[in-house]
């Protein structure tokens, strides 16, 4: 049996296709498109899916959205009445666009795949999921688990905000819910907004913000914006919020209790807006920490699953690890909307054949993530003749080699290998990566070819085998989703670093791998074995052979603003429109030293900012 899950129409557009329980594929749009966090119809993702499954439209038997429009049309009318009459102009222009995307999202749906195959009673296939119960299946039935308590905060679904459920086998019960308007990861996103960042884009900048400031307004967030209850449930105060009735997350209430107005994108980072990212840092993980050992309370599951957009809080993450309320612990690598696609086709699946799930060796069934495009060596060669790029082609082993001495001798390399990556990470398929063990790789990373803000760090990816010597958690990461503090022993201790203030802590060495070491010594860690990733894992060891480290730095293969490279074209423009010395595509090596010059554009002056 072939189901298609799509989620579409708010932000990280994104396609599924399974056979069964097998995942065959699953991307974002934004990949296709260039356009980062595209909400548009997935049709880029769906002709992909389709093609790598190498079956028609017509084989596929249901295609599932990921929530429930006219839930979501009811939720949006019932608060512009219960907030009458704020947000009534708000309301009066939104309702034709409200009315199209929600009340005939149906019709709308139908439309769009008949682009696709117009031979194909679309209608006749369709099926709706609701948006936590997708987030939900989307954690548990990849994971490897048997049974496990689901954990699934978000902004928002059609209601739910958050939802506490139990897995079983095949089968999933929410028992719990908070509804809209409360909602963590929309409190967590008012401070986004609040001080300078994009909502659904900049959180992660939020949290890479906050271990510079103190958490000094804690109390006074808890006091006025929230109050939490023990049992992880929580309400906001909905005066000093404005997401009800206008298209503002945040109220002049909000702006008096703080003392300002928002900061104003791209402008200077304060003290104040670091204290503020660590405030609401640990407010987050008060929540998160209570709402899971309700669940082992309640449920008496030995493992957990977590999805929803909050999910990818990786600090949040790193301690429910460290407090070991559960034996184990499952994070779906597109935890955000796009992963509602997959939780969508998955619940369809066990819902209507009653199957069971099949498990080897405690494995999820994820393939590492890598569920994208990835190209052969002619059509690899065909797109960078098209773009003018001068290449070799190389045996593996070489690449490795050459790549990795260059890396230990200070080049940047942007790596593309595989199959790309589903979600937001790069885990080793399309990443940038460089030398851990340098204090200015970080900075040149960051201005020079990310074209992006100075503070923000770098992941490092770890052999796994040598992931207990470097980092404190002892688990594996492969999905780049937890925090860990960096080893005792592998840290360096600087008295000055107690006496600065914000900033001024990133030209302070703070371990042996200080380009992956943020500023309280944290690590957001990305573990690499031989199954998933063969060619990442050759480069890794290549690297430790040769230096006696066996961490890299990976981040992004994009500039700030710019979806990840899907294809070579992608790469080849990426790399010459940055100060990447070394571009890998398979067996293909480019040089900058060696491409036409006048190929050397700006990339930078024509994306969005992020």
């Known amino acids: 049996m072939f189901i298609l899950g799509i989620s579409a129409y708010y932000h990280d557009s994104a396609?599924?296709?399974?056979?069964?329980?097998?995942?065959?594929?699953?991307?974002?749009?934004?990949?296709?498109?260039?356009?980062?966090?595209?909400?548009?119809?997935?049709?880029?993702?769906?002709?992909?899916?389709?093609?790598?499954?190498?079956?028609?439209?017509?084989?596929?038997?249901?295609?599932?959205?990921?929530?429930?429009?006219?839930?979501?049309?009811?939720?949006?009318?019932?608060?512009?009445?219960?907030?009458?009459?704020?947000?009534?102009?708000?309301?009066?222009?939104?309702m034709p666009i409200w009315i199209k995307e929600k009340l005939f999202q149906k019709y709308e749906i139908i439309r769009s795949l008949q682009k696709i195959d117009r031979n194909v009673n679309w209608k006749e296939k369709l099926l709706f999921s609701e948006h936590h119960l997708s987030h939900a299946s989307s954690a548990f039935f990849p994971s490897p688990f048997e049974e496990a308590a689901i954990l699934t905060v978000d902004g928002v679904g059609e209601w739910s905000t958050t939802s506490l459920g139990v897995g079983k086998?095949?089968?999933?019960?929410?028992?719990?819910?908070?509804?809209?308007?409360?909602?963590?990861?929309?409190?967590?996103?008012?401070?986004?907004?609040?001080?300078?960042?994009?909502?659904?884009?900049?959180?992660?900048?939020?949290?890479?913000?906050?271990?510079?400031?103190?958490?000094?307004?804690?109390?006074?967030?808890?006091?006025?914006?929230?109050?939490?209850k023990e049992d992880g449930s929580f309400k906001l105060n909905m005066?000093?919020?404005?997401?009800?009735?206008?298209?503002?997350?945040?109220?002049?209430?909000?702006?008096?209790?703080?003392?300002?107005?928002?900061?104003?994108?791209?402008?200077?980072?304060?003290?104040?807006?670091?204290?503020?990212?660590?405030?609401?840092?640990?407010?987050?993980?008060?929540?998160?920490?209570?709402?899971?050992?309700?669940?082992?309370?309640?449920?008496?599951?030995?493992?957990?699953?977590?999805?929803?957009?909050?999910?990818?809080?990786?600090?949040?993450n790193g301690l429910l690890h460290k407090e070991k309320m559960f034996e184990n612990i499952w994070i779906q690598p597109a935890s955000g909307d796009a992963g509602g696609s997959l939780g969508a086709a998955l619940n369809a699946f066990f819902t209507v054949t009653k199957s069971k799930r099949v498990r080897k060796n405690n494995k999820d069934i994820m393939q590492g993530s890598f569920l994208g495009p990835c190209f052969k060596s002619k059509e690899i060669r065909l797109q960078l003749n098209e773009v003018g790029a001068n290449f070799e082609k190389l045996k593996f082993s070489d690449i490795c080699s050459i790549v990795a001495k260059s890396i230990s001798h200070g080049s940047t390399v942007g790596w593309m290998s595989g199959r790309m990556e589903f979600g937001p990470r790069a885990l080793g398929a399309r990443s940038i990566i460089a030398d851990p063990r340098s204090k200015n790789t970080q900075k040149n990373l960051n201005l020079k070819i990310k074209f992006r803000e100075s503070f923000r760090p770098?992941?490092?990816?770890?052999?796994?085998?040598?992931?207990?010597?470097?980092?404190?958690?002892?688990?594996?990461?492969?999905?780049?989703?937890?925090?860990?503090?960096?080893?005792?022993?592998?840290?360096?201790?600087s008295k000055k670093l107690s006496n600065l203030n914000g900033f001024d802590k990133l030209n302070v060495v703070k371990s042996e791998i200080p380009a992956v070491t943020h500023v309280d010594y944290s690590a957001r860690f990305h573990t690499?074995?031989?199954?998933?990733?063969?060619?990442?894992?050759?480069?890794?060891?290549?690297?430790?052979?040769?230096?006696?480290?066996?961490?890299?730095?990976?981040?992004?293969?994009?500039?700030?603003?710019?979806?990840?490279?899907?294809?070579?074209?992608?790469?080849?423009?990426?790399?010459?429109?940055?100060?990447?010395?070394?571009?890998?595509?398979?067996?293909?090596?480019?040089?900058k030293k060696s491409q036409k010059a006048h190929i050397n554009h700006e990339l930078k002056t024509y994306v969005e900012l992020d």
Request: aromatic residues 14%; contains cysteine.
């Open 15 to 94: 396609s599924c296709l399974i056979k069964n329980e097998k995942i065959i594929a699953a991307v974002q749009e934004e990949r296709f498109t260039r356009k980062k966090h595209d909400s548009s119809f997935p049709i880029n993702a769906i002709e992909y899916c389709i093609q790598q499954a190498k079956i028609n439209s017509k084989d596929i038997d249901y295609v599932v959205f990921y929530e429930k429009p006219f839930l979501k049309f009811e939720r949006l009318l019932e608060t512009t009445f219960s907030f009458a009459p704020q947000g009534f102009k708000n309301f009066r222009t939104s």
């Open 169 to 228: 086998k095949n089968n999933i019960e929410i028992f719990k819910e908070i509804n809209f308007p409360h909602s963590l990861g929309l409190l967590y996103s008012a401070f986004t907004y609040y001080t300078g960042f994009k909502v659904n884009s900049g959180e992660y900048k939020l949290m890479g913000l906050a271990p510079y400031g103190k958490a000094k307004y804690v109390n006074l967030i808890k006091k006025h914006l929230i109050e939490i």
């Open 239 to 316: 005066k000093y919020f404005d997401f009800c009735t206008n298209l503002k997350m945040t109220s002049s209430h909000f702006h008096e209790l703080f003392g300002q107005s928002p900061r104003k994108p791209e402008t200077n980072l304060t003290k104040r807006d670091m204290d503020l990212a660590a405030s609401i840092q640990v407010v987050t993980q008060e929540v998160i920490i209570k709402l899971a050992k309700t669940l082992a309370r309640e449920t008496g599951k030995k493992n957990l699953c977590l999805a929803g957009g909050v999910a990818l809080n990786c600090v949040a």
């Open 458 to 493: 770098f992941a490092p990816s770890v052999l796994k085998e040598y992931a207990k010597e470097w980092f404190e958690l002892d688990t594996e990461s492969p999905y780049m989703l937890l925090v860990s503090s960096i080893k005792e022993e592998k840290k360096v201790f």
């Open 528 to 591: 690499v074995d031989k199954i998933s990733n063969p060619n990442y894992y050759k480069l890794l060891n290549e690297f430790f052979k040769i230096t006696g480290c066996p961490v890299l730095v990976n981040t992004s293969f994009n500039v700030r603003g710019e979806p990840i490279v899907c294809n070579p074209k992608d790469a080849f423009r990426c790399f010459m429109a940055t100060n990447l010395d070394i571009l890998v595509i398979e067996n293909y090596i480019m040089y």
